[in-house]
């Protein structure tokens, strides 16, 4: 564990790091953000992670459809978020050119597109329909290896907004028909995740639930990225 005693972290990033358990004792913390998967987050005594998520559930109502166990709840879940995803992406069509920048070393919007187009065929296709099929090759995974360019990714693609979202759409239309037919009994069951070595490998062992789990945090969770993202862009050109 390091230990940082009487310094000055003005400025300090941490990306991708693991902070579980970690103190901060008499610090002084203003303008700092913090965005990642947290829980059990005391602030001066105070436990506040019930009080981020009641907030964050108040400005986006999807979030308890997502965590629900009734089929009905999460194929409206589905349609909200390809909802929502429509008109982002109908907003990125406004300022062409748009889609292919980025900010602070995050995606593109095109790249977090190919991204979802990855983990609808891993966590959906592959987990919750057992699917033994190449991934789309546009489909961006993992940085590690042997997953980054492996089952059909191809690294080379550079596909244009129109065709991520042809193939978007295609997925969405995919998952909504299932969802419609979907019992709570299948949703229930062990994901019939394929017997071999290809992404996620920590999957088996799941529920068909939880990896449906997977997809729709993914589809919200990176849609709030993008958007907080081209809110920055757009803030940076009217300056």
Do not use: K
């Not at 901060?24 to 602030?43: Q, Y």
């Not at 991204?115 to 489909?139: I, K, N, Q, Y």
């Not at 709570?184 to 999957?203: I, K, T």
């Amino acid at each position: 564990m390091t230990r940082h005693v009487d310094e000055d972290l003005r400025g300090a990033e941490f990306r991708e790091c693991d902070l579980t358990g970690a103190r901060l004792i008499g610090v002084v913390m203003r303008d700092a953000v913090i965005d990642g998967l947290v829980s059990n987050l005391v602030v001066n005594g105070v436990e506040v992670t019930e009080y981020v998520e009641a907030e964050l559930d108040r400005r986006h109502p999807v979030r308890v459809l997502i965590r629900s166990e009734d089929p009905a709840d999460l194929r409206e879940a589905a349609r909200r978020l390809h909802a929502g995803w429509a008109a982002t992406i109908e907003r990125i069509r406004r300022t062409p050119g748009i889609e292919r920048r980025s900010v602070n070393d995050e995606w593109s919007a095109v790249q977090t597109l190919r991204h979802l187009v990855f983990v609808h065929d891993s966590w959906f296709r592959r987990c919750c329909l057992g699917s033994a099929e190449p991934f789309t090759p546009m489909g961006i995974g993992p940085a590690v290896e042997p997953y980054r360019g492996a089952h059909g990714l191809d690294l080379s693609l550079d596909p244009s907004l129109d065709e991520i979202v042809s193939v978007r759409d295609a997925q969405a239309a995919e998952l909504e028909a299932w969802l419609d037919d979907v019992t709570g009994g299948r949703l229930a069951a062990p994901a019939p995740v394929p017997d071999d070595d290809v992404w996620p490998p920590y999957a088996r062992g799941r529920s068909v639930r939880q990896c449906l789990g997977t997809v729709l945090n993914e589809t919200f969770e990176h849609h709030g990225f993008c958007v907080r993202d081209l809110d920055l862009i757009e803030a940076q050109d009217a300056e």
